[in-house]
């Protein structure tokens, strides 16, 4: 019997190493690469990096690595080269010759991070302000690099960087894409309104959003505090749609929204382009910090998402910092109980407790989702927030609605 389901896509990394970006920060973006790319579905086969000044202006790495590249994608019949950083159009033009030498035979396909994350927001897109969205930040972006993507499309095999905003000939007319991109803009232009007055219908009710790193488990804590079942998965970018439930809690209600989560490196044309979907955070009263605690680098995926905040311009907002995966944290320390320099490095909860309970004025928590571990004590503190909350907008209400 014959399987109809097709074969797993390999590829390579490729990254630098620079004064601005050392040797360990340059493998833990591999890693997240990586896992960019096993959340579209492909497997990875090898890392290539090379120490550089700065990325070379005409391919990226220097020409000896990029043909090192060449020979082991060739000797390993490699589907996808996957570079770490956004490549220039005319980067991609030098690379992809050096892969692929025929354009009508093109068998090698050439991506940067930022076209991977697209790829897996047009797979993960459910609703049509999310389809919007994303094929508006397709077009932008690959409207400088048309003459790249189109002129040997019609043989590429598909898979992985070709969910593409339209694969017709036709679109290889700069003016027929920048037509299509106002058209976008007018339509998301209407969602947004539609949007807006859906919210303003919400009435008085304090609005909660959950923020954070991608797959740090905001998803599965919605599910918990609202009792619903929101997707949520291993994987980068389960949520692209904002989902907002209402949650009552000591009897204290609110609306409770779970919002994309954020990347290091993300695209600037789809953060332009998903700002009405962000609008659930501009607009909330309240914002829950959702960090994965045992990522090794969480502090800098805080950094990460306070900056994409403070874009927002919602950096002001009432903040929650909650910590998950708590059991995780005290899991490797018992693994480690032995090895003092870890120890030092990896404190206890209840010193980390002690410590980010002063950096956020009292407002942190240490839980994990998937064990329920503080899950009470979350909801009796968000609840204290609500009623706060509710208190400063309306000082004269002698009643909580």
């Known amino acids: 019997m014959f399987s109809t389901s097709k074969p797993q896509e390999t590829a390579v990394l490729v990254g630098l190493v620079t004064a601005a970006q050392p040797a360990d920060k340059a493998s833990e973006y591999l890693d997240e690469l990586a896992f960019l790319a096993e959340t579209a579905g492909a497997f990875t086969r090898k890392r290539f990096t090379q120490k550089m000044d700065r990325p070379d202006p005409r391919t990226y790495v220097g020409t000896g690595k990029l043909e090192e590249i060449a020979i082991y994608v060739k000797a390993e019949n490699i589907d996808l080269v996957l570079f770490d950083d956004e490549l220039s159009a005319s980067q991609m033009r030098n690379i992809e010759r050096e892969f692929n030498p025929d354009p009508l035979e093109a068998s090698v396909k050439v991506l940067d991070r930022s076209t991977l994350i697209l790829d897996i927001f047009a797979r993960r897109a459910q609703s049509a302000q999310s389809k919007t969205q994303v094929e508006l930040a397709q077009h932008e972006y690959l409207l400088p690099r048309l003459t790249r993507m189109w002129t040997h499309l019609s043989k590429q095999k598909g898979g992985i960087g070709m969910k593409g905003p339209g694969e017709k000939e036709i679109e290889t007319d700069r003016r027929i894409i920048r037509n299509r991109i106002s058209l976008l803009k007018e339509r998301l232009e209407l969602i947004d309104r ?144 032995d090895e003092p320099e870890f120890l030092e490095e990896h404190p206890s909860v209840d010193q980390l407790q002690q410590s980010w309970m002063a950096k956020t004025s009292g407002n942190a928590m240490f839980i994990s989702a998937t064990s329920k571990i503080n899950i009470e004590e979350l909801r009796e503190k968000l609840s204290q927030m609500v009623r706060t909350s509710w208190f400063e907008r309306y000082p004269h209400s002698h009643d909580f609605f």
């Open 194 to 337: 539609q949007n807006a007055t859906q919210r303003k219908n919400r009435g008085k009710t304090i609005r909660v959003a959950l923020v954070g790193y991608t797959n740090v488990g905001k998803s599965t804590l919605m599910n918990l505090l609202s009792k619903s079942d929101v997707f949520a998965e291993n994987k980068l970018f389960a949520t692209l749609d904002a989902t907002v439930r209402k949650v009552v809690v000591n009897h204290v209600p609110f609306l409770l929204s779970d919002t994309v989560g954020f990347i290091r490196k993300l695209p600037h044309h789809l953060v332009e382009s998903f700002k009405s979907t962000l609008d659930e955070v501009r607009e909330s009263d309240i914002l829950v910090h959702v960090v994965d605690l045992s990522h090794p680098n969480f502090e800098e995926q805080m950094e990460v998402v306070l900056q994409t905040l403070r874009d927002l311009q919602a950096a002001d907002k009432p903040m929650l910092t909650v910590f998950n995966k708590v059991d995780r944290w005290e899991d490797a320390r018992k693994e480690h109980h």
